[in-house]
């Protein structure tokens, strides 16, 4: 019996839909399914990631004070092979943008700079 790949929790998808919302001005934004959530893409840039209904903005070094000082807390796992908890340049949409869609577009703006940064020092991947 072969199994169908499970898709985005009702949660997530809620998630999306709202990113959708709140970033359609940075241009075309689609999710792809990733780490049993969903990661979303301006274009080709990764810029957030969706996991069990929470919205994470992608950050970086120049950027991960900001988001820290706005009340940002760092997406953070537990990896089960070493018992330590990673944290990831990931960090949740500021309290303040939530319910401000144009606060929420200046994060957004700071995610895509971040990735675009990222795509740099990878070579453009």
Not at 94 to 104: C, H, I, L, T
Request: with cysteine.
């Amino acid at each position: 019996m072969s199994r169908k790949p499970k898709g985005p929790s009702s949660e997530d998808q809620a998630a999306a839909g709202l990113a959708h919302e709140l970033f359609s001005d940075l241009g075309p934004i689609r999710m792809r399914r990733m780490f049993g959530g969903a990661g979303l893409y301006c274009g080709e840039l990764f810029f957030a990631i969706i996991l069990d209904g929470v919205l994470y903005l992608k950050g970086d070094g120049d950027s991960a004070d900001d988001y820290r000082a706005a009340g940002s807390e760092a997406f953070t796992w537990h990896n089960p092979k070493t018992g330590k908890d990673v944290t990831m340049n990931f960090f949740t949409l500021p309290e303040d943008a939530v319910d401000d869609a144009d606060r929420a577009l200046d994060w957004g703006r700071v995610a895509l700079a971040a990735a675009m940064r990222a795509g740099m020092r990878n070579g453009g991947r």
